[in-house]
Nanobody, 117 residues
Framework: VQLVESGGGLVQAGGSLKLSCAAS????????MGWYRQAPGKQREFVAF???????TYAEFVKGRFTISRDSAKNTVYLEMNSLKPDDTAVYYC????????????WGQGTQVTVSS
């Protein structure tokens, strides 16, 4: 599975950005697709994901600010980020997980999000 991300950039605190991740395959019911992020000097952390059934899950620190959605026709997942804070500054990575018949993980190249104060 190949992943192509877009939408990162520089934004002021309180602003919004929308990230996109296009996959080279359609999601199966057991597949997962979502976003992680890695700030300088920190470990990569989970942000949000959606599974093939449409169910989504968020990290606590983005609940109410970020929304993950998908366009099945385009094999694309979006991450709409509102009320951005300087702490949201990181490289955001798209991740695709195939769970059947065995677990395989795929990562995108990452897109930089910088939030200025």
């Amino acid at each position: 599975v190949q992943l192509v991300e877009s939408g990162g950039g520089l934004v002021q605190a309180g602003g919004s950005l929308k990230l996109s991740c296009a996959a080279s395959r359609s999601m199966f019911l057991n597949d997962q697709m979502g976003w992680y992020r890695q700030a300088p000097g920190k470990q990569r952390e989970f942000v949000a994901f959606v599974i093939g059934t449409g169910l989504s899950t968020y990290a606590e620190f983005v609940k109410g600010r970020f929304t993950i959605s998908r366009d099945s026709a385009k094999n694309t997942v979006y991450l709409e980020m509102n009320s951005l804070k300087p702490d949201d500054t990181a490289v955001y990575y798209c991740k695709y997980v195939v769970n059947y018949p065995r677990k395989i993980e795929y990562w995108g190249q990452g897109t930089q999000v910088t939030v200025s104060s």
